[in-house]
């Protein structure tokens, strides 16, 4: 059966977002969020921003909303004639209400900044409330309520103003998973009726098939800085299922894309294994996770090889959370990520098998083969009589090729890699290396 086009077409642009730059601190030595974004937001549309942590979605969004400037660039709103005005409204992860407030006062927030009188305001979060299905609970407060109920509230308080434009940043990520998908579910069932007042959503999500499920396009975000590598069209038609082959087919799609390697034009940047030689940024992943990582893909069903959107689906990991991992176990040539499946490789699938042990002495060798900075630090340790070091000399020479909390989070991991597989071990009180207790 042919592929339909969405019910909603693209119309009148609402926002056009030019060459942004962004970063935190001076422009020399600050950290580069953002740089020379470019995207136009159109009426009748749900567009994704999809990307890793540290990619700048979420700054792009505020800008948006007007509570960040960035430092260069453009973002403008465009007025019509049936919108002289445009204006936005935020959704937060985080829900953020007041505690000491009921919901019925949550809801008419917005309003009261804006001035409307009182009775108008008490008119229009009823029928907010109504509408997002939490009749009944006007004057209950937030405490009395589950996590999706609350985030009912946040969603009521920023259709009650009525925008042009509603900004969502995870705002399902902190639900469990049945209240995420109905919330999704009924937001869709607005959005596509007409019921709701906005013109167009734009939605910062870490899950790639919650982005394919909603959105009619979907911004791929590169990380550190933040950029748009690629513009996906989502022509499925609503209502969408996710075991369609068609559905299917372009999750695997994304995976393939956010996983590929990139073409290294210009000095890596801070980001997920950038650099190289001790420069390489190490994310925070635990060894637990990568041998439970390795189990999974080992048993059955995969069988030592598996789709990265299978993966997810089985483990009840978003990308951010699973592509850490994967490319961990790349690094350590205990797998090999292949478009969007990672294959174990033989290596690894031994490791499955084996005791405690010879888990540790496998991951030994890995470690010091695969990881420069864990080289360099049993090296410095071998060479010195006291076989000891400060953990402050490397600490500083990280600080040389990226930003300090990059520095602090790679010597983290590479502290908790190295203590399992006993090739040194680390003091906390004199913050000092050494081959104590290390084999």
């Excluded at 926002?15 to 950290?31: L, M």
């Excluded at 033989?346 to 010091?368: I, N, P, T």
Aim: some cysteine.
């Amino acid at each position: 059966m042919p592929t339909l086009p969405s019910a909603r077409a693209p119309a009148r642009p609402l926002v056009e977002v030019s060459h942004v730059r962004h970063f935190y601190g001076a422009a020399s030595t600050g950290h580069l969020v953002l740089d020379d974004v470019n995207l136009t937001l159109s009426e009748n549309e749900i567009v994704g921003l999809l990307g890793r942590s540290g990619s700048g979605k979420s700054t792009l969004l505020r800008s948006i909303a007007g509570l960040v400037r960035p430092r260069e660039g453009e973002i403008r709103q465009i007025a019509n004639a049936d919108c002289p005005d445009p204006s936005v409204a935020m959704v937060f992860q985080t829900f953020a209400l007041f505690p000491w407030l009921t919901v019925l006062q949550n809801v008419e927030l917005g309003l009261e900044a804006q001035k409307v009188p009182a009775e108008e305001r008490r008119t229009r979060a009823i029928a907010a409330i109504d509408l997002i299905g939490l009749d009944g609970f006007e004057n209950a407060y937030p405490k009395e309520l589950s996590g999706g109920m609350r985030q009912r509230v946040g969603l009521a308080r920023a259709l009650v103003v009525n925008p042009t434009l509603l900004l969502m940043d995870e705002p399902f990520s902190a639900l469990d998973v049945l209240t995420a998908e109905t919330l999704r579910t009924d937001l869709l069932d607005l959005w596509s009726e007409g019921r709701m007042p906005i013109k167009s959503i734009l939605i910062v999500t870490h899950n790639i098939e919650e982005a394919v499920l909603m959105c009619d396009r979907i911004l791929v975000f590169s990380s550190n800085p933040g950029r748009v590598v690629a513009e996906i069209k989502v022509d499925l038609p609503q209502p969408r299922d996710r075991l369609d082959p068609p559905f299917r087919a372009l999750v695997d799609e994304i995976y393939a894309r956010m996983t590929a390697r990139p073409v290294v034009s210009q000095p890596a940047r801070d980001g997920l294994f950038p650099g190289t030689g001790i420069s390489m940024v190490l994310p925070r992943v635990s060894t637990n996770s990568l041998a439970g990582l390795i189990e999974e893909v080992d048993g059955t069903p995969f069988n030592g090889r598996a789709s990265m959107a299978e993966l997810a689906d089985s483990l009840q990991l978003e990308a951010d959370e699973l592509f850490p991992m994967a490319e961990t176990l790349q690094l350590l040539r205990f797998a090999e990520l292949q478009g969007a499946a990672m294959q174990l490789t033989a290596s690894a699938r031994r490791y499955a098998q084996a005791d405690v042990d010879q888990r540790k002495a496998m991951f030994a060798h890995a470690l010091l083969a695969y990881v420069p900075l864990a080289q360099h630090i049993r090296r410095i340790l071998d060479e010195r009589i006291t076989h000891a070091a400060p953990a402050r000399r490397f600490r500083d020479e990280l600080e040389d090729h990226m930003s300090p909390d990059y520095a602090d989070e790679t010597l983290r991991t590479v502290t908790l890699w190295g203590r399992y597989a006993e090739v040194f071990t680390y003091d906390e009180d004199s913050d000092q290396f050494s081959l104590e207790d290390a084999e």
